[in-house]
């Protein structure tokens, strides 16, 4: 079984910054890649931002320049360094974590942690 702890999540003011961690742990085998999603009330949930096992990174364009995404492999974790906050960016952060056991690969879910931006 596979378990992701996400922390760091809060309030903050527009302008200011949060890092969001999602730590993974269980029968991990090999990770592959790792991203961040995120889904405001009303709306579908949505990529933030990916990192892929060798470090490759892909950001959503209304987070580009803002947010940065990193994992350290060795403690299994991925991070979203969240700078220049917008309300817009308001929302519930998710993880998500692909793992590959052989030839076949499966989808991880973190539980969410709350982000608010406010004016």
């Known amino acids: 079984q596979v378990r992701l702890v996400e922390s760091g999540g809060g309030l903050v003011q527009a302008g200011g910054s949060l890092r969001v961690s999602c730590a993974a742990s269980?029968?991990?085998?090999?990770?592959?890649?790792m991203g961040w999603y995120r889904q405001a009330p009303g709306k579908q949930r949505e990529l933030v931002a990916g990192i892929t096992s060798g470090g490759s990174t892909n950001y959503a364009d209304s987070v580009q320049g803002r947010f940065t995404i990193s994992r350290d492999n060795a403690k299994n974790t991925v991070y979203l360094q969240m700078n220049s906050l917008k309300p817009e960016d308001t929302a519930d952060y998710y993880c998500?974590?692909?793992?590959?056991?052989?030839?076949?690969?499966?989808?991880?879910w973190g539980q969410g942690t709350q982000v608010t931006v406010s004016s």
């Open positions: 998500r974590v692909v793992i590959k056991y052989g030839s076949l690969e499966y989808d991880y």
């Open positions: 269980g029968t991990l085998f090999s990770i592959n890649a």
